[in-house]
C-alpha cells in the first residue's frame, strides 16, 4: 500500500457538484452575449480549457434562457420543455410584494399556481443574471437547488387576477373619498381623475388576461 486514500464515489460526486458550479459562474458573461466589466480573468481563462463533456453540457443548458416582461417587470426565465419558468422568489420580491396580503383563502384556491424544484444549473443561471447583470437587484441571495420555479403562463394569470382585485379594492375606496370630500372642488377633480385612471388600468388587466386566454376569475 502506498498510503493514499482511495477515490471513492462520494468523492468523485462532491468534485463533480463543484465543478458544475464552478462552470455555472464562468460561463455566465458569455451566455449573457456580453462582456462584462466585473469578469475575473482567471475565470475566463478557466473557462477556456473547460472541454469535458459535462462542462460543455452545462455550457449549453445555461444558454436556455430569456427576459421576459410581467407588467413593468423584466424577469429571467429558463425553458422547460419550450415553457418558460421563472424563479418563485424573483416573482414574490418585484411582482407580487406590493399587492395586500389579505387575500383569502377562497381566493387563493382558485389560483392556484404549481412549483417546481430547479436544477443546479437553473440556479446559476439565475444567480449569474442576478449578479453581473441586475447586480442583485432581484434579491441579494444565492438560489440553489432548494428553490423552485413556476410557468410564466401561471404566473401572468395569477399576477393579472391579484392586481383586477386590488384595483377594484383602490376603486372602491376612491368611492367613499369622493363623497368626503365632495364639497372641495378641487380635492373631487383629484378624486375623479385618479378613478379614472384605476378604471384605465383595469380595463388593461382585462385585455392582458384576454390575450392570455384566461377570464378574470375574481370578478
Known sequence: MDGKKPTTSTDNDSRRASSEVEVSIVGSPEIFGETSVHEDASLSALALVMNTSTGEALLQEMSCWQWVQIDDTKLPAVFRNNERYVAVHMVQLKCLSKFTTDISNDVLSRLTMISHKMTLSEAWIFNSINALTRKYDL???????????????????????????????????MEECFYSVAANRTLAAIVMKLKQQVQNDLEHVYAELARLGAPCLLD
Open 139 to 173: 434579491g441579494c441571495q444565492l438560489l440553489s437547488a432548494n428553490d423552485e420555479l413556476v410557468k410564466l403562463n401561471d404566473v401572468q394569470i395569477f399576477y393579472w387576477n391579484v392586481k383586477s382585485l386590488n384595483l377594484k379594492r383602490i376603486m372602491q375606496q
